[in-house]
């Protein structure tokens, strides 16, 4: 037995805009650690975000986060934070009056208001700006402080709508690593990015959508694993790689079995990876091919959503 | 990161009214600042400030006709440009524009969700905003009530002024119209509040209760009851003849216009409140 207040779920959760399709029977449990939400323009990931904050009602279905129902925002807010994408704030506030006072909306006394901002500010590296108006501040430094808001009254769950926008390289490295950091204390951390090696490298899972639906959802290798219709491919570099094409060749697991330009390495595409590597082992064990290096060339993200929504989603 | 139980105010089991006051008096200080201090507030001082421009021209050059150089005219003369220029359109329109801000204004400017955003019921959301809404709208139109008043009277008759605000009817006149001032910006509050939830252009609706209050002289006594202005009007100091063609009604007395208007303004509150707690926000984005 699951406890419901361990998970966020979608239980077949619809949103229409009138007769729009926002998100359509979506079915999810997302665990504790970074949960990715990847996808095209369009493809429902704001939409998914807004409806797990009440920002949105669904048409259809519910929604509980951490056993909370998503229109008690009296409830909710105490364990969720969300960094929008709406690059917007109230008019002329400085960083640390606009921390303070929705900390002070949330219930928290002055001092302690004070306390968690400052804190806030430290994880995003903006305690020198604080007292400057967010009007004077840089996309980069905008895109941070909303991110400090949203962590500042220290929730379970943070909700962050593209929150790499924007950010210098240095200061992207840095945000990664701070969510690292929230998801080995337990948080959920649910992120939409388009930046695929990004989700890549920090994802403990991923959602892909396309046109409000979800597609595949998972390990990226668990997915990857079970996209049968897509052998997976590999480059093995190796001293004698015709020798191995003949080998491997003989059997059906192995699709296609094709020469590296160089001639010092093969592409292989099969359909079940675990069986080949183990074909490989028994090749190297009985001395015939020296291997170099194995590398499946097609077991990532951006391989993954070119498969199933068929362009190359986002890289800068 | 913390756990989330060190960090947070206690989560109530049942109605935590010491929660909610901290929360309304957040939002309520949060609100009054842009109520008076933000670009927008600018066009509710130059309306609050509006009726002072053609007193100050009075007081200044003293016309000689029977309105200024009667003290006994000056009372009746006051209660038009009450009724008038200051009740009908500086309240009407400055309370239209606060509090239909209070929350339309947020939408447009993309900056509602911070609030939905945070662990605050949004009934609650609902009273900070429309109690600051109250406060900003009855301190600068009470203001604009009580020194048009006394614009008027000081310098033309100064001395028979200072003896009738200071012994005489001067003071409850003033305490009166006062109060009538509070009384518009409760009601009207309420309503533009509501309606700046339920409409995506609210400037119609405002326009539409605008015709319906200027014509109230002409309506029959049941529909007459249908308005704001005549529960106010009911209980003006001096009564006022409205011309040839208004259809005469019974003023509603005191001791009901005032229940009357306060219990009316929490039904709308109500209905502002299950509103609210419905309302959802894209600003069009996905």
Same mark, same amino acid.
């Given at each position: 037995?699951?406890?419901?207040?361990?998970?966020?779920?979608?239980?077949?959760?619809?949103?229409?805009?009138?007769?729009?399709?926002?998100?359509?029977?979506?079915?999810? @449990?997302?665990?504790?650690?970074?949960? !990715?939400?990847v996808?095209?323009?369009?493809?429902?990931?704001?939409?998914?975000?807004?409806? *797990?904050?009440?920002?949105?009602?669904?048409?259809?279905?519910?929604?509980k986060?951490?056993?909370?129902r998503?229109?008690?925002?009296?409830?909710?807010?105490?364990?969720?934070?969300?960094?929008?994408?709406?690059?917007?704030?109230p008019r002329g +506030?400085?960083?640390?009056?606009?921390?303070?006072?929705?900390?002070? =909306?949330?219930?928290?006394?002055?001092?302690?208001? @004070?306390?968690?901002?400052?804190?806030?500010?430290?994880?995003?590296?903006?305690?020198?700006?604080?007292?400057?108006? &967010?009007?004077?501040?840089?996309?980069?430094?905008?895109?941070?402080?909303? /991110?400090?808001?949203?962590?500042?009254?220290?929730?379970?769950?943070?909700? /962050?709508?593209?929150?790499?926008?924007?950010?210098?390289?240095?200061?992207? %490295?840095?945000?990664?690593?701070?969510?690292?950091?929230?998801?080995?204390?337990?948080?959920?951390?649910?992120?939409?990015?388009?930046?695929?090696?990004?989700?890549?490298? $920090?994802?403990?899972? &991923?959602?892909?959508?396309?046109?409000?639906? #979800?597609?595949?959802?998972?390990?990226?290798h668990?997915?990857?694993?079970?996209?049968?219709?897509?052998? *997976? @491919?590999?480059?093995?570099?190796?001293?004698?790689?015709?020798?191995?094409?003949?080998?491997?060749?003989?059997?059906?697991?192995?699709?296609?079995?094709?020469?590296?330009e160089?001639?010092?390495?093969?592409?292989?595409?099969?359909?079940?990876?675990?069986?080949?590597?183990?074909?490989?082992?028994?090749?190297?064990?009985?001395?015939?091919?020296?291997?170099?290096s #194995?590398?499946?060339?097609?077991?990532?993200?951006? %391989?993954?959503?070119?498969? /199933?929504?068929?362009?190359?989603?986002?890289?800068? | $990161?913390?756990?989330?139980?060190e960090? $947070?105010?206690? #989560?109530?089991?049942k109605?935590?009214?010491?929660?909610?006051?901290?929360?309304?008096?957040a939002?309520f200080?949060l609100?009054?600042?842009?109520?008076?201090?933000s670009?927008?507030?600018?066009?509710?001082?130059?309306?609050?400030?509006?009726?002072?421009?053609?007193l100050?021209?009075?007081a200044?050059? @003293?016309?000689?006709?029977?309105?200024f150089?009667?003290?006994?005219?000056?009372?009746?003369?006051?209660?038009?440009?009450?009724?008038?220029?200051?009740?009908?359109?500086?309240?009407?329109?400055?309370?239209?524009?606060?509090?239909?801000? /209070?929350?339309?204004?947020?939408?447009?400017?993309?900056?509602?969700?911070?609030?939905?955003?945070s662990?605050?019921?949004?009934?609650?959301?609902?009273?900070?905003?429309?109690? !600051?809404?109250?406060?900003? !709208?009855?301190?600068l139109?009470?203001?604009?009530?009580?020194v048009?008043?006394?614009?008027?009277?000081?310098?033309?008759?100064?001395?028979?002024?200072?003896?009738?605000?200071?012994?005489?009817?001067?003071?409850?006149?003033?305490?009166?119209?006062?109060?009538?001032?509070?009384?518009?910006? =409760?009601?009207?509050?309420?309503?533009?509040?509501?309606?700046?939830?339920?409409?995506?252009?609210?400037?119609?609706?405002?326009?539409?209760l605008?015709?319906?209050?200027?014509?109230?002289f002409?309506?029959?006594?049941?529909?007459?009851?249908?308005?704001? =202005?005549?529960?106010?009007?009911?209980?003006?100091?001096?009564?006022?003849?409205?011309?040839?063609?208004?259809? &005469?009604?019974?003023?509603?007395?005191?001791?009901?216009?005032?229940?009357?208007?306060?219990? +009316?303004?929490?039904?709308?509150?109500?209905?502002?409140?299950?509103?609210?707690?419905? *309302?959802?926000?894209?600003?069009g !984005?996905d």
């Amino acid at each position: 037995m699951v406890a419901e207040n361990q998970f966020i779920t979608f239980d077949n959760v619809s949103k229409f805009y009138g007769e729009i399709l926002g998100v359509n029977r979506v079915n999810l @449990q997302i665990a504790p650690g970074i949960t !990715s939400l990847v996808g095209p323009n369009g493809a429902g990931k704001s939409t998914l975000m807004n409806l *797990m904050t009440g920002l949105l009602r669904p048409t259809r279905g519910s929604i509980k986060v951490l056993g909370i129902r998503t229109d008690q925002p009296e409830q909710l807010f105490r364990a969720v934070g969300y960094c929008t994408q709406f690059d917007s704030f109230p008019r002329g +506030v400085t960083g640390r009056e606009f921390i303070t006072s929705f900390l002070l =909306v949330h219930g928290f006394n002055k001092k302690r208001a @004070q306390e968690l901002c400052d804190v806030a500010l430290a994880h995003v590296n903006l305690l020198e700006a604080a007292d400057r108006k &967010v009007a004077a501040y840089s996309k980069g430094m905008r895109q941070r402080i909303r /991110l400090a808001q949203s962590i500042a009254h220290e929730p379970k769950v943070l909700i /962050l709508d593209e929150p790499l926008n924007g950010l210098d390289p240095m200061v992207r %490295a840095e945000t990664i690593a701070l969510f690292r950091k929230f998801a080995s204390e337990g948080l959920h951390l649910i992120i939409s990015s388009h930046i695929l090696h990004e989700v890549d490298m $920090m994802s403990d899972r &991923v959602v892909l959508l396309n046109n409000g639906y #979800i597609v595949a959802e998972g390990n990226i290798h668990g997915v990857r694993d079970e996209m049968e219709e897509h052998p *997976m @491919q590999i480059l093995i570099r190796c001293d004698n790689p015709s020798k191995l094409a003949a080998y491997v060749f003989e059997h059906d697991h192995v699709v296609e079995a094709r020469l590296h330009e160089d001639r010092r390495g093969l592409f292989i595409r099969t359909r079940d990876a675990d069986r080949f590597y183990l074909l490989l082992n028994r090749v190297v064990a009985e001395g015939g091919i020296n291997v170099e290096s #194995i590398a499946p060339v097609d077991d990532d993200l951006s %391989a993954v959503y070119q498969y /199933l929504i068929g362009t190359t989603g986002g890289s800068a | $990161m913390s756990s989330v139980s060190e960090a $947070m105010p206690a #989560i109530p089991a049942k109605p935590n009214f010491s929660l909610w006051l901290k929360q309304i008096r957040a939002i309520f200080w949060l609100e009054i600042e842009k109520n008076f201090f933000s670009r927008r507030s600018i066009l509710i001082y130059l309306l609050a400030l509006l009726p002072l421009l053609p007193l100050t021209v009075i007081a200044v050059f @003293q016309p000689n006709t029977n309105e200024f150089r009667d003290f006994r005219q000056l009372s009746l003369t006051y209660a038009f440009l009450y009724n008038g220029l200051i009740l009908q359109t500086v309240v009407f329109f400055g309370c239209a524009w606060i509090f239909m801000n /209070l929350f339309r204004g947020e939408l447009v400017d993309r900056s509602l969700h911070y609030y939905f955003l945070s662990s605050v019921r949004r009934e609650v959301l609902v009273v900070g905003k429309y109690i !600051s809404g109250l406060v900003t !709208s009855i301190l600068l139109f009470t203001g604009t009530t009580i020194v048009s008043m006394l614009l008027l009277y000081l310098p033309l008759f100064y001395s028979e002024s200072v003896r009738f605000f200071s012994g005489g009817q001067g003071l409850k006149h003033l305490v009166t119209y006062a109060s009538i001032t509070i009384l518009a910006c =409760v009601g009207y509050g309420a309503f533009f509040t509501v309606v700046g939830l339920f409409v995506r252009n609210p400037i119609i609706p405002a326009l539409v209760l605008y015709g319906w209050e200027w014509i109230n002289f002409l309506l029959p006594p049941l529909l007459k009851k249908i308005s704001v =202005v005549h529960y106010l009007k009911s209980l003006m100091p001096v009564p006022m003849s409205e011309g040839p063609f208004a259809v &005469v009604a019974e003023p509603t007395p005191a001791w009901l216009a005032i229940p009357g208007l306060i219990l +009316v303004t929490a039904i709308v509150l109500v209905i502002s409140g299950y509103r609210i707690r419905k *309302m959802e926000i894209s600003y069009g !984005s996905d």
